[in-house]
């Protein structure tokens, strides 16, 4: 178990010089901003003492003494600019670094790992619980170091000046403090509700503005519009509750700031009287007392942070926690795509989805896959590259258990067309290559070809070129999926899986890329899942998969003489077609 | 430094014509506005109060040596800092009211907005982006007033009262620090603009990295069956490390801001130190308003230094008042007619006469289509997948109009009807119910007034009352996520009684596809046999024993109308539809069978 701060903070090392130089900035700010005071009491007492002998002050002292204290702010600022860049930059590091783990690690979980999160489940650990880890390994840390370093130096400076007034400025101070202890969870509520509630809306809205159709056809523009207000005005409320908490604890901050200013004047103000301190002290304390108002306030979010990290953290060493997929063994001889399978049953979360499976496929040959949808057969062939592991001694390919294989050599010896046309924004071009980034023009050329793309190129602004998806242009389906093709087909690999790889494109284009493929898969072993009779027609043997087992297995012909399922899909087709050529 | 000016300038223009748009949602509510500008006043005064009354209890008090005169004058301050903790309440108060009286205007306007668009717009927009318009958009409006001007307005106050009375007070210090300001807020809108390119860098560079993971997440399958994990790995490291120089360039601008703000600020109290120290020993200053000078400044710079924060959060707000207004402008759907009539009940005869319909230009979806139906008369569309069936629904109903012919309904053209009162005789029964989170009542009642034995009577009457009555909680049993707790046909069930609830007079029903069991099936179309009694219904068909008791049936193919009659009529023909009929329950018959 991973120790959930040693989850960020083991990148730190290759940082440590740049965290030491951050800490002493820090420490030289501090330092020179409590200084600064000091120069200013001593001018203005220096006047003040010039004024009561009745002489006139000499300028030069005074021009010594501020030019002292614009010294130590610059020097100040230049510091505090020092530490802010150091160690927000480390934080920024240490958070690029978990950035480019985490997605690594992401990117090499088991699918039955991934099946089970949403995507946008992943994708808020990896940025939101992210930036809520540097937060507080940044700014946070940043802050209560500050803090800690600030408020015994002030309070030390203030007490060694004049320890009567430092002992009733403390009070006020006291107050802020415990002002936000009492206030913070309330002021946390609050803005809670308002944010429920806000969420509540955005909820409500999306639900409206989706089923806009019923609201129409209902006429019930005026309900939702009823339900719209109430939940506005009650939105409307909470927010005015939130002003409320807000306006208590912002007055009360600035009351107790004033409180502050009264406890200097009035016994400061007296000593002065007294001839024990001058007004220089005075300016001096105005000055302290803003300096420390900070660090009480700071104290209240920058534990929020802490928290927020804390849990940021926990959600991302879960991810980080879970077995990535498993290699295979070493390095074993080229594929030639002999493929058996034996007595599989396979499922997933304890639903069985294939059972008894026994199934040989000769290098070389195409087998055809049918069964309608939910009978197992996308999950069979996502079985031989190991997106789901199978139990092992079920599938082998040349002989060998797939989990023999080394797993990125098993996935290069496969090239395959998944059910979903998923491709990447990026120029077409780029997403052909994506399984072969040195295929050459000519063999784009003959991918795109075989998956009968070219006409559609053609149509598009800049060919090849053209970027498509959300940065681009948007493909239709059956451009997607023929795109998807044309990117398996570019794979020269001794195994084609293609999964209903041509569902949503029309009979003349599958039958012109039916043509094609047969060619090319004459030296390929080739798994063809279909809907549609036609794309298994003239494989070499053919399964019909009902509820995860084999039903009916043989050629064409021999199924359709055998008269079960299959022949029933097949005549089915046909009166499809009829109709489709039909003209009214 | 030009270029930010020449920002500033550019989208000013069309910033005055928004700001113009926004003053009329403040309009209502200007007694508001009024109390709030007072308030504004007094609190700014009220802040200045404290610094005069603390130079005057040093001058009178301390140097002058009278603990009395500086215990009054601290009595003085107290009073001031009470009075200013209550109205810098009250004004918190007062600026939340109104902007969130203002966002509530907006938002609901919006959104009856939105419900008024046409269908096409629906179509055209993303869901998320009308969700953004009415969350997100409206919360950076109300941020415009609740820290935006209210903040602006004051802190301005604040700066001309302080440069008032440093000129009553002592001219040449005043000039010291006068000199100071185009200085300071030429320094802030500069740097301002130079954080705000850093900042849109960064978020450029985020959003890019964040889309990268996305699809890479999504993707994850095709990545590894074609193995370029590594390849990803690259792509991601790219666009990290990418976010990370985009993130120092804007940590080094926020860490250099404060430091250059303090230089500014350090300079000019020591300017005042220097003046001041020369001109107490002139004796023309008095230790009174020295004091009063310091503290002032402390006030002085506070409103300077995050102008150009406050300039970020109106010109965020200026942008999402761009875009409302942006929805607000695009058109309702076409105002009824003024003569358009409201008929309280329908005979219920349908016609449709020459009808061309096409969503999109140039790609009709119904061709010259021409019908009647007769009051009472139960009519079944069939066709194959795009032949046109569900575009005659949303033609009746209005949800789009035709291009060319006419529809109509008891002999007048539908768009001679108000549309909402044509649409509250006309029930549609969808394919896939859309079942809104709320309970089975409203769910069915619809926002209309139902009583709860009219509720049961139509629930009986079409079966629905059994699984309905042992839900936990019967009627007001939650319906969640689109009803994902019911099976296909409890939700085909569910719509029937809502359309019953709403006793239509013509009755347009999707039938489900998807296939029930047996007993469902038996329920169902019981069910429909008592919906259908006594209205004109016009059904998509996808059930055998509904086409079958239809009394007559229209086959729809590639938008035209092709073949009608009665079942055993068309299956004569040997047609269309006799092959539809083999295609599609062939099966059905001999499993039946």
Same mark, same amino acid.
């Given at each position: ?24 900035? +820090? ?42 204290a ?13 530490k ?38 992943l ?56 002002t936000?202890?009492f206030?913070?969870? &309330? ?19 999306q ?38 908490v ?25 000593q ?5 301190a ?13 300096? +420390?108002?900070?660090?009480m ?7 929020? =942070? ?56 000769s ?10 949808t939910?009978?197992?057969k996308?999950?069979l062939?996502?079985? +031989? ?41 990026r120029s ?14 000519d ?9 009968h ?22 493909l ?10 044309a ?18 494109v029309?009979?003349?284009?599958e ?39 084999i ?17 029933? =899909? ?10 489709? &050529?039909?003209?009214? | ?19 113009g ?11 508001? $506005? ?19 009354v ?12 009278s ?14 800092? $009470? ?13 939340t ?20 668009l ?6 055209? *927009? ?8 009415? *969350? ?13 001007v ?6 301005? $106050? ?14 040449? $210090? ?22 705000r ?54 940590i ?14 350090a300079?000019?109290t ?25 503290m ?10 995050d102008?150009? @924060?406050?300039?970020?959060v !109106?010109?965020?707000? !200026?942008?999402?008042a761009?875009r ?5 402008d ?5 105002? @009824? ?29 119904? #061709?010259?289509?021409?019908f ?26 209005r ?15 539908? #768009? ?22 709320? *309970? ?7 926002g ?8 049961r ?5 079409v ?18 996520? #689109? ?36 007993? *469902? ?9 008592? !919906? ?28 035209r ?14 047609? !269309? ?10 099966a ?6």
């Open positions: 178990m991973l120790d959930r701060w040693r989850l960020i903070l083991r990148y730190l090392p290759p940082y440590r010089r740049i965290v030491v130089w951050g800490f002493v900035s +820090l420490t030289a700010s501090v330092a020179m901003i409590a200084a600064t005071p000091l120069c200013i009491r001593v001018a203005l007492n220096y006047v003040e003492a010039v004024a009561k002998a009745g002489s006139r002050p000499d300028l030069q002292t005074v021009a010594f003494w501020a030019g002292a614009v010294v130590l702010t610059v020097l100040g600022g230049l510091s505090g600019f020092f802010r860049y150091l160690l927000m930059g480390v934080s920024r590091r240490l958070e690029t670094d978990l950035r480019r783990d985490l997605f690594h690690h992401i990117q090499h979980l088991p699918r039955s790992y991934l099946d089970g999160v949403r995507t946008g489940d994708l808020s650990r990896a940025t939101a619980d992210v930036e809520a880890a540097r937060l507080a390994a940044g700014p946070a840390m940043m802050y209560l170091a500050d803090a800690a370093l600030r408020t015994p130096v002030v309070l030390g400076l203030m007490f060694f000046l004049n320890v009567e007034i430092a002992t009733f400025a403390l009070l006020p101070l006291g107050g802020i403090f415990v936000l202890l206030m913070a969870p &309330r002021l946390k509520e609050a803005s809670r509700v308002v944010q429920d509630q806000l969420a509540e809306i955005s909820a409500r809205a639900e409206s503005f989706s089923g806009a159709r019923v609201v129409k056809t209902f006429a019930m523009e005026h309900r939702e519009q009823r339900d719209i207000d109430a939940r506005s005005i009650d939105y409307l409320h909470a927010n005015r509750r939130l002003a409320r807000r306006g208590v604890v912002w007055a009360s901050i600035g009351f107790l700031t004033s409180c502050g200013v009264l406890v200097i004047f009035l016994v400061g103000g007296r002065a009287i007294a001839g024990d001058g007004i220089g002290d005075l300016v001096a304390f105005l000055a302290y007392q803003f300096m +420390l108002t900070w660090p306030m700071a104290l209240g979010f920058v534990l929020g =942070m802490i928290q927020r990290g804390a849990a940021g953290l926990d959600r991302i060493r879960e991810v980080m926690e879970q077995p990535l997929e498993v290699e295979g063994d070493a390095d074993v001889p080229a594929v030639r795509g002999e493929i058996e399978i034996k007595g599989l049953t396979f499922g997933y979360n304890g639903d069985r989805v294939l059972s008894g499976i026994d199934l040989k496929v290098a070389g040959s195409t087998l055809g896959i049918v069964g309608a939910g009978s197992g996308s999950t062939v996502s079985l +031989l590259p190991r997106l789901y592991d199978p139990p092992p001694g079920t599938v082998f390919i040349d002989g060998r258990d797939v989990h023999e294989w080394p797993l990125a050599q098993l996935r290069a010896a496969i090239a395959a067309v998944p059910q979903e046309a998923f491709l990447y924004s077409v071009r780029r997403n052909i290559t994506f399984g072969r980034q040195d295929a050459t023009d063999e784009i050329e003959a991918a795109v070809l075989r998956a793309l070219t006409p559609d190129l053609g149509q598009l602004s800049e060919g090849l070129e053209t970027v498509v998806g959300e940065r681009g242009v948007t239709s389906g059956g451009q997607k999926q023929r795109t998807s093709l990117r398996a087909l570019a794979v020269d690999a001794p195994i084609l899986i293609l999964d209903d790889p041509l569902s949503a029309d009979t003349e284009t039958a012109a890329i039916l043509g094609h493929l047969k060619e090319f898969g004459a030296q390929r072993t080739v798994l063809i899942v279909a809907h549609r009779i036609s794309a298994v027609r003239d494989a070499d043997h053919i399964v019909l998969l009902d509820e995860g087992r039903a009916e297995a043989g050629t064409h012909a021999e199924l359709v003489e055998l008269g079960g399922a299959y022949a029933r =899909m097949a005549r089915a087709q046909e009166l499809e077609e009829e109709i489709e &050529r039909l003209e009214p | 430094m030009n270029g930010a000016w020449r920002n500033v300038e550019e989208s000013g223009r069309a910033s005055w014509r928004t700001t748009r926004l003053l009329r949602y403040v309009a209502p509510h200007r007694w508001l $506005l009024t109390g709030l500008v007072t308030l504004l006043v007094v609190y700014s005064l009220s802040t200045l109060a404290g610094p005069w603390v130079g005057k209890a040093v001058g009178e008090g301390v140097i002058d040596g603990v009395e005169k500086l215990g009054f004058w601290m009595l003085v301050f107290m009073g001031a800092a $009470l009075l200013r903790t209550i109205l810098s309440y009250c004004q918190m108060q007062l600026t009211l109104m902007g969130q009286r203002v966002i509530y205007d907006v938002r609901t306007r919006l959104f009856r907005h939105i419900h008024r046409p269908m096409s717009a629906f179509n055209k *927009t993303p869901i998320g982006t009308l969700v953004t318009r009415v *969350t997100s958009d409206v919360e950076a409006l109300a941020e415009l007033f609740s820290s935006g209210a903040a602006v307005c004051q802190d301005l $106050l604040t700066l001309v009262i302080v440069v008032v009375i440093l000129f009553l007070v002592d001219v040449p $210090l005043a000039v010291v620090v006068l000199a100071a300001v185009p200085l300071i807020v030429g320094f802030s809108l500069w740097f301002g603009g130079r954080m390119k850093a900042f849109r860098a960064e978020r450029g560079r985020l959003s890019e990295l964040n889309g990268y993971q996305h699809e890479a997440f999504t993707g994850i399958t095709v990545t590894r069956l074609f193995g370029r994990e590594a390849h990803m790995q690259a792509g991601f490291e790219k666009r990290n490390l990418a976010l990370r120089a985009a993130r120092f360039k804007m080094f601008n926020f860490s250099l801001f404060w430091p250059m703000v303090e230089l500014l600020s300079l000019v020591a300017g005042v130190v220097l003046v001041g120290a020369q001109r107490i020993g002139l004796v023309a200053l008095g230790w009174d308003d020295f004091i009063f000078f310091w002032l400044l402390m006030h002085f710079f506070e409103p300077l230094r102008l150009s @924060d406050k300039f970020n !109106l010109q965020a707000a !200026l942008a999402a761009e409302i207004f942006g929805v607000l695009t058109e309702e759907e076409e105002v @009824d007619r003024p003569d358009a009539v409201a008929p309280k009940r329908l005979r219920g005869e349908i016609e449709l006469r020459n009808v061309s319909f096409s969503y999109v230009p140039g790609e009709p979806v119904l #061709r010259d289509v021409s009647e139906v007769a009051p009472g008369e139960t009519v079944a569309i069939v066709g194959p997948t795009g032949a046109g069936k569900t575009s005659i629904i949303s033609l009746l109903s949800l789009w109009d035709v291009d060319e012919g006419s529809v109509r309904i008891d002999g007048r053209d539908v #768009r001679d009807y108000e549309r909402r009162a044509l649409r509250r005789r006309i029930s549609v029964v969808l394919q896939d119910p859309f079942l809104f989170d709320g *309970t089975i009542r409203q769910n069915l009642a619809l209309r007034e139902i009583g709860d034995e009219e509720l009577r139509a629930a009986r009457t079966h629905a009352d059994g699984f309905i009555e042992r839900l936990d909680g019967a009627y007001d049993a939650t319906v969640a996520e #689109r009803g994902a707790n019911f099976s296909v046909g409890q939700k085909q069930l569910l719509s029937f009684a809502r359309a019953l609830v709403h006793d239509p007079d013509v009755l347009i029903l999707d039938e489900a596809t998807s296939s029930v069991d047996t007993e *469902t099936e038996r329920l169902i179309q019981d069910a429909l046999d008592r !919906l259908l009694e006594g209205r004109t219904a016009l059904v998509i068909a996808h059930r055998l024993s509904t086409i079958r008791r239809a009394d007559r049936i229209l086959v729809m193919h590639h938008g109308l092709c073949e009608q009659g009665t079942h055993n009529e068309l299956l004569a023909q040997g047609g !269309l539809y006799a092959r539809l009929h083999a295609l599609s329950f062939g059905q018959e001999r499993r039946v069978g």
